[in-house]
């Protein structure tokens, strides 16, 4: 498992934990995000939409989710340097 970078949004930091097995991308889990609130709902609707498509993609470049820029973001960033972290090509 590798941390990416905690990555400060406008609604609260967001920071992903990768797990990579046998060359590929096998879990993703935010382990900051945004809460509270709105953000809350926000988050919740978000996240488990980024993690699949980070899965699909195996890379960091995913689509996003409407409603959820920052959150969305501050999710590919910290995915990034997660990879990076890894030197998953």
Do not use: C, K
Not at 6 to 31: K, L
Not at 60 to 85: K, N, P, R
């Amino acid at each position: 498992m590798v941390d990416g970078g905690t990555v400060d949004t406008n609604f609260g930091p967001v920071q992903v934990e990768v797990t990579i097995s046998g060359g590929r991308i096998t879990t993703v889990q935010a382990i900051q995000y945004p809460s509270g609130g709105h953000s809350s709902d926000v988050s919740a609707y978000a996240i488990p939409q980024l993690q699949s498509q980070v899965i699909s993609a195996q890379s960091a470049a995913i689509q996003g989710v409407g409603g959820a820029t920052y959150t969305t973001q501050g999710f590919e960033s910290s995915m990034q340097s997660a990879l990076d972290a890894a030197h998953f090509q």
